[in-house]
């Protein structure tokens, strides 16, 4: 169980983490706004597409007895997700991300999309949601922003809490396997590292998440897992590893170079089934 106290320490780390780095995350990524992985799901023919895969995954999930779903981005980054549904369906959306920095960027990618009037992203902390997102949501989701919670159970509670009768939660994420990290010192360091570099609060294996959620009324209706579908081992993760492998001689620092470590640790456990890629959908009773 998380204290109160580990709770806010890690909510800080990642604080800072996205304040410090959301601007060099948007300037060096592959796509943009979009901060999240690229994912080549079937269909999928061009990196753009590769990039909303997910987000296309959460449209198809949107409720369609509803004329206009009310959407909630538990996480939101810079809005990205929030945008490209918006700007294929009519919805009214909600963002929260812990990181001012985020939040600011996100309000001028809105204001220049021309969406101010149906999406919005503000500072906040999704395991303490504001009063006024109470019962507001027909569906709601994380795209790789559970990982970082210090406390799974409290995210679970401010999901459901959030949702309407019968609404929709998705979680897109890392997730741990059943299968047993190998009892050795490289893969005890590569874990550490992932968990270090990205900020880790929550690991958890599907079947703790089914545990988890359903005290709070979630029921996991839909796993998939979409790990085959990343791009593992290109020529330029390939170049971060002999980066990260001259590194460690000289032992250099910083959030930025943690997050490099983090993702190639990542990589390492995902190639050896350690750990999935998921889409995990729950549904809230009625």
Do not use: K
Not at 16 to 28: C, G, H, K, Q, V
Not at 54 to 69: F, N, R, T, Y
Not at 93 to 119: C, H, N, W
């Amino acid at each position: 169980m998380t204290t109160e106290a580990e709770a806010t320490a890690g909510t800080e780390r990642v604080r800072r983490y996205y304040d410090n780095n959301a601007a060099a995350f948007e300037r060096l990524g592959q796509g943009g706004a979009s901060i999240h992985r690229a994912v080549w799901g079937p269909g999928v023919t061009t990196r753009a597409d590769a990039f909303h895969h997910v987000d296309e995954l959460i449209l198809a999930a949107l409720p369609p007895q509803v004329a206009v779903p009310s959407v909630l981005d538990l996480g939101c980054g810079l809005g990205a997700s929030l945008l490209h549904l918006a700007s294929r369906t009519d919805l009214t959306g909600e963002g929260v991300t812990i990181s001012r920095a985020q939040a600011v960027r996100a309000a001028e990618l809105i204001e220049q999309a021309g969406l101010g009037a149906r999406v919005r992203c503000r500072e906040g902390n999704y395991l303490s949601l504001p009063d006024d997102l109470a019962g507001s949501a027909d569906l709601a989701f994380s795209i790789e922003a559970f990982i970082h919670s210090p406390d799974a159970d409290g995210y679970f509670r401010e999901a459901a809490r959030c949702l309407r009768p019968g609404g929709r939660l998705i979680v897109c994420d890392d997730f741990r396997t059943p299968v047993a990290a190998p009892d050795s010192p490289c893969s005890a360091r590569r874990m550490a590292e992932f968990r270090t570099g990205w900020h880790v609060g929550s690991l958890l294996t599907v079947e703790e998440v089914r545990a988890v959620a359903a005290r709070h009324g979630l029921t996991l209706v839909r796993d998939l897992d979409l790990t085959a579908y990343l791009e593992l081992r290109r020529p330029r993760d390939r170049f971060i590893s002999a980066l990260l492998a001259v590194g460690r001689v000289f032992r250099p620092s910083g959030p930025y170079w943690q997050s490099l470590v983090g993702g190639d640790a990542l990589q390492w456990a995902l190639l050896r089934g350690l750990l999935n890629y998921r889409f995990l959908e729950l549904r809230r009773a009625d």
